[in-house]
Each structure stands twice: as C-alpha cells, then as structure tokens.
C-alpha cells in the first residue's frame, strides 16, 4: 500500500539523496521530501516541515547524525530517525540504536530503506495509539472515580458468592465503613436476617441474567448498629473482561423512610382525634371548597359527609354569618388569624 510522508533528509550529497528518494518510491513510498546539510537548517525542518521521519548521514562536514539524533529526541521524540551512511561498523551502530536511532542502513543496501521506513513508521503508529489508548483510559478512569466517589449512590463490585470485591469511598459516608474494611469480605454478613434469604435469592438470578438490572431493597447494619434501608440496582458484568463482577449502585433510604413512617403515624393520629371529637371539624381548599369531614358532622347536621365533600363552604354557612365567614376564612388563608369562632351552621343538607 502506498504511503504519503513527509521525509527530512540530512544529507550533503545530492546523488545519494536521489538515490534514497528513489528507494522510497520504489517501495511505494510517496510524499514530500527535504534536504539539510547543517544544524540550522534542520532545526527549522523539524518546526516547519514537520517530518514523519528523518533520514541522516552518519557524518556530515559540519554536521551529523549523532547531532541529529540529539536534538531530535529534545526537539520531537516520536519522529523516527534512521541512520543511512555508507559505512558504519557495529558497534558505532549499536551506540545509535542505544541512544534512540530506529534504524541504520548502509548505502549499498538500499533495498532495505523502504522496509525499514515503513517498519519505523509503523512503530511510531503503534506507541501513538498506546498513548492515546493510555490517555483514554486514564481519563475514563477519573470520569469514572469522580462519579462514584461524590455522588449520592455508592457503587460496589459484588462476586456470586456475595464477597465484596470493590466499594467507592461513598459507602463510607452511607454505611459508616471504609472500602477496605469491606472489600475482601462476605457482603451478607451485615444484612438484616428478615432479608437475607430475599437478598441471597435475587443475587443468584442476577447471576443467570447478564446485563440485565435487578432491583432490590433491603436492610443493612451500619457500623453504629443501627439498621439502615438501602435501595439497591444491581447488574451481571461478570462476563466483561474489564468489570468481571456484579455492580451493585445503592442508596440509604432511611431518612425517606422515616420520613413516610412519621408521616404516616402522624396521620393516623390526626384520623383518631379528628373521628373521635364530638364538634365538628372540617377541612377546606384554599378556594375554600370542602375537603373532609370528620363523622360528628354527621350527627350534629343529618346529612351525609360524602354528599358535602367537594362543596363550597359557604353552602354550609348560614346567610346571615357568611360575610363574617368568609372574613375569617380570607384571613386564616393569609396566616394571620386561626379560626375560633362559631358561626352558624345548616341543619341538613336540604337547608343548602
């Protein structure tokens, strides 16, 4: 396959110049070529030629390839340099290889000049992928670390088995642990025993379900001892050579959970007082329609409170009170007055 370079040539003959291009494009070989013969020259070849490779004499009057070399690997490290002088004796050689050169070929041994351009160009190719490879992952790597590590969920790498094979330094924060006091360890030992046969049920068909995201909810003792609700998703990556693990993301649910138990206790409480009461208590919309009524509603008035729900409120005030009525209720929408008064009230929902 023909290749287009950008070829600098350190070289004090022509006719061995036009040799070697000629090598070049025999080999199929195609592109741009320089001539230097002094350091002054090269060092501008190097910054505005820019060369793939660069191709010197062993010695020059005033200017060689050990000078070359030098300021090559200062100058642009991942440009090949190849040697092509009419005699060099091994060890010489072996010293420019020692000291960074591709190659060296001698001149009455051209036909190896193609071969070895395009082996040197193929080297350089391969280190600049593995650098970019390299760089990718070291970035994804921090992508990665700054997700897992700040975020709200801990991530964890869980085995079949349920040992713990990594945790984010989030799980800190969450459980109360260090990754390393966990990692190595069997991850059902501080699950809630009323959860265990749950847990260990679905991390076995997670197992036979690769890729797919399971979830699951739990209770798991924090280093204080007290139990904490972790909702958790988990996903087979076993088979991927990268991960070879279930992932596991979790959060702490506690305070959520708390929060819906106060709530609802609350509420059970409000329901007791409000259904136990002898007086009427009702509640209103802030457009004051009626939301509930507590059952005395029903024995003080003789009607039924489904048939009041969702009425506006003055239907069940008298005509005569319901400018004031409505004074109060403007004014305990606004916060600045709670209800104490009495004013009168219908008998019966025929009086509405």
């Known amino acids: 396959m023909a290749a287009s370079i950008r070829t600098l040539l350190v070289e ?14 025999q080999a199929g070989i195609r592109g741009a070529t320089r001539r230097v013969d002094s350091e002054r020259a090269f060092r501008e070849a190097l910054s505005a030629f820019a060369p793939d490779i660069i191709l010197s004499d062993h010695s020059l009057p005033t200017f060689g390839a050990g000078d070359a070399l030098r300021i ?102 969450l459980l109360g642990f260090a990754p390393a006091e966990l990692v190595g360890r069997p991850g059902f030992d501080r699950v809630h025993p009323d959860d265990l046969a749950g847990v260990q049920a679905t991390l076995a068909e997670i197992a036979s379900l690769p890729g797919a995201p399971l979830a699951m909810g739990l209770r798991w003792r924090h280093k204080d001892d007290s139990w904490r609700y972790i909702d958790a998703v988990a996903v087979n990556r076993l088979a991927e050579p990268a991960v070879g693990a279930i992932v ?41 329609t009626i939301t509930s009524l507590n059952p005395a509603f029903e024995t003080i008035t003789g009607s039924r409170r489904e048939d009041w729900v969702g009425r506006p409120f003055e239907n069940l005030v008298h005509p005569e009170d319901l400018p004031f009525a409505l004074e109060l209720l403007g004014r305990v929408v606004r916060g600045t007055i709670a209800w104490e008064s009495s004013p009168r009230r219908h008998s019966s929902s025929r009086d509405g």
């Open 12 to 25: 004090d003959v022509a006719d061995d110049a036009a040799l070697i291009e000629r090598e070049l494009r």
């Open 248 to 288: 596991v993301n979790f959060r702490d649910q506690t305070a959520r959970r708390q929060a819906e138990t106060a709530l609802r206790e609350s509420e059970e409480r409000y329901r007791t007082l409000v259904e136990g009461v002898r007086d009427v208590i009702f509640a209103l919309s802030p457009e004051g």
């Open 72 to 173: 090559a690997l200062l100058e642009t490290p991942d440009t090949p340099l190849i040697i092509v002088t009419g005699s060099l004796d091994e060890e010489t050689a072996a010293e420019y290889i020692k000291a960074g050169a591709a190659d060296y070929i001698v001149k009455h041994h051209l036909e190896r000049l193609g071969p070895a351009v395009l082996r040197a160009l193929d080297l350089r190719r391969a280190r600049s992928e593995k650098v970019r490879a390299e760089e990718a992952r070291r970035q994804s790597e921090e992508r990665f670390r700054a997700l897992i590590e700040h975020g709200a969920d801990a991530v964890a790498l869980v085995a079949p088995d349920g040992t713990m094979l990594f945790a984010s330094q989030s799980i800190e924060r």
